[in-house]
Nanobody, 127 residues
Framework: QVQLVESGGGLVQAGGSLNLSCAAS????????MGWFRQAPGKEREFVAA?????????IYADSVKGRFTISRDNANNTVYLQMNNLKPEDTGVYSC???????????????????WGQGTQVTVSS
């Protein structure tokens, strides 16, 4: 059974930093691309960042976070991270990690290409 558990969220002032973690189990995750998404109150879930499976070594970011957020993965520990710097109030939301449906796939932005999701961790940025 695949499980994804996020941690590291919290309340931070604008300009601050947080490092989110996503611990995965139940699958050989090095074969799958993984992503981070967020959902603000009253809004749809949106793509934040994704990293390809181990051999691809490709990362992509939403334009709104490019240059501020960094996604990385530790395949030995089945963990994906999202380092968030220079946070802004508009970054507030529930951040969830997800695993793509197919192994060795291209890194993707579309939620429909992801199969398993974590429960999420709350990030609140105050102005």
């Amino acid at each position: 059974q695949v499980q994804l558990v996020e941690s590291g969220g919290g309340l931070v002032q604008a300009g601050g930093s947080l490092n989110l973690s996503c611990a995965a189990s139940g699958r050989t995750f090095s074969r799958y691309a993984m992503g981070w998404f967020r959902q603000a109150p009253g809004k749809e879930r949106e793509f934040v960042a994704a990293t390809s499976w181990s051999g691809g070594r490709q990362t992509i970011y939403a334009d709104s976070v490019k240059g501020r957020f960094t996604i990385s993965r530790d395949n030995a520990n089945n963990t994906v991270y999202l380092q968030m710097n220079n946070l802004k109030p508009e970054d507030t939301g529930v951040y969830s990690c997800a695993v793509e449906k197919y192994p060795h796939g291209l890194v993707a932005r579309r939620t429909s290409l992801y199969e398993y999701w974590g429960q999420g961790t709350q990030v609140t940025v105050s102005s």
